[in-house]
């Protein structure tokens, strides 16, 4: 399955975003599609995943302001954004998995990417 993520942009602190993960060649629906993100200077996290059964899962700094859903017939995933905040800056990647719903956040058991979106918050 091949991912293109899109939607980020330029925005101020408190402001809304919703970035989008299309998928082709495959259905989102036989997936665990996550988001993570890599700010400058730091290593890669996971921020939210949507299990191929419905399933949500965030990391706790995002809890209560993002939210991950999914259009089955627009095959795509979407990560909506509210009350962004400047620690949110990074660029943001989808990944799709098959792993155990467990292992959801783990960077190495993702196997497939999209290209990453650039998110800049401004205070």
């Known amino acids: 399955v091949q991912l293109q993520a899109s939607g980020g942009g330029l925005v101020q602190a408190g402001d809304s975003l919703t970035l989008s993960c299309a998928a082709s060649?495959?259905?989102?629906?036989?997936?665990?599609i996550a988001w993570f993100r890599q700010a400058p200077g730091k290593e890669r996290e996971f921020v939210a995943a949507f299990g191929w059964s419905g399933n949500t899962k965030y990391t706790d700094p995002v809890k209560g302001r993002f939210t991950i859903s999914r259009d089955n017939a627009k095959n795509t995933v979407y990560l909506q954004m509210n009350s962004l905040k400047p620690e949110d800056t990074a660029i943001y990647y989808c990944a799709a998995t098959t792993v155990v719903w467990g292992r959801v956040t783990q960077e190495n058991d993702q196997r497939y990417w999209g290209q990453g979106t650039l998110v800049t918050v401004s205070s």
């Open positions: 060649g495959g259905s989102v629906r036989r997936y665990t």
